[in-house]
């Protein structure tokens, strides 16, 4: 196992270093400081390098793209129903950042920060501390996000957080992916262990509703984007994914082509998936999609539903989440 570092750029006047870290069969993870970004997952197959996420190569688009791109979110990933929520009967309302609600912790996020960095046994470790007069969650929380590559291509991202007040803490890699040879995404097939979905409103908040699935919504077999498209559009004339499917813990999904797969597990109980092209939007606006995003974390607006999962963060202990992205070669 190796880990280098070099410098990304710069931002706010502090230097954004980006590490890999690579394996003995040549697969590789690369890292950014900025946002503790997701910016590489490249895998060896015959000699020949095949990246397996949607990356920018400069910090600058980084900074300028609105999808978030392998960064990390929170501290509450998703949304929350207008800024606000209850803990222990005290109300708390914060700025909003998306029409009436809070998206992705808010303008403050932790997507909008450079990490302090280090190396612990082969392993990248990125620390910051957010502040409530910041952000306006309560309390100042105190994370350490944890990025690892095992010899068997499996990647780890472990979020530990401790607050000096109880708080919410719900927060996930918005990593993209396309693990066909081809430019866009619709021949990827999909499998995701899930049974129901959530409903939203309007501004894609959840209501509160658990729905069974619909064809369109259908992952439990293998099944590719373009047939889910297909069938999406047959069951309510939509063109895109944009959902949360409720999972069980452990093994939540895996994607694959003919030549590769990778599987999805976590400790949480949700999966937003989202079809996309962060690298070219206007192909996005077209149904041109190039990616899907795989966002395992507590259902969204957690704090707002009773069912959806616990995201409360007690004072003084501190918690950790795992997400897990295991990369195998299909023969």
């Not at 929520?85 to 005290?90: L, P």
């Not at 929380?141 to 007040?165: D, F, G, Q, R």
């Not at 003084?316 to 795992?322: F, L, M, Q």
């Amino acid at each position: 196992m190796e880990v280098t570092k070099r410098q990304f750029g710069t931002y706010k006047d502090e230097p954004v270093y980006l590490y890999t870290i690579e394996n003995n069969q040549k697969t590789k993870i690369s890292v950014l400081t900025y946002a503790a970004t997701w910016q590489n997952f490249e895998v060896n197959e015959n000699g020949v390098d095949h990246s397996l996420i949607s990356h920018f190569d400069n910090l600058d688009d980084y900074i300028k793209t609105p999808y978030q791109v392998g960064k990390t979110v929170g501290r509450v990933a998703g949304r929350i129903g207008n800024a606000s929520f209850k803990i222990d009967d005290k109300f708390y309302k914060l700025p909003p950042n998306d029409g009436e609600n809070l998206i992705h912790g808010g303008s403050n996020g932790f997507q909008n920060f450079n990490f302090t960095s280090t190396v612990i046994d082969n392993k990248v470790v990125l620390t910051h501390k957010f502040l409530s007069a910041d952000d306006g969650f309560p309390g100042d929380l105190s994370l350490k996000i944890t990025y690892s590559l095992s010899p068997e291509n499996e990647v780890k991202i472990s979020y530990s957080a401790i607050n000096t007040e109880k708080t919410l803490f719900n927060p996930t890699c918005h990593v993209y992916f396309n693990v066909t040879d081809s430019e866009d995404v619709f021949g990827q097939g999909v499998k995701i262990n899930s049974k129901s979905m959530l409903a939203v409103d309007s501004s894609k908040v959840p209501t509160g509703e658990i729905l069974p699935l619909t064809s369109g919504y259908d992952f439990k077999k293998f099944k590719t984007i373009s047939k889910a498209l297909d069938d999406l559009k047959s069951d309510n004339g939509k063109l895109e994914f944009d959902d949360t499917f409720v999972t069980d813990e452990n093994f939540v999904a895996t994607i694959k082509s003919n030549k590769r797969a990778v599987d999805f597990s976590s400790d949480r109980n949700g999966l937003v998936i989202f079809t996309a092209n962060p690298n070219d939007p206007k192909k996005a606006d077209e149904r041109q999609y190039n990616s899907l995003a795989m966002e395992m974390q507590t259902l969204p607006d957690a704090i707002n539903h009773s069912g959806f999962g616990n995201i409360i963060l007690p004072r003084g202990k501190e918690v950790t989440y795992t997400n897990s992205y295991k990369y195998r070669q299909i023969n």
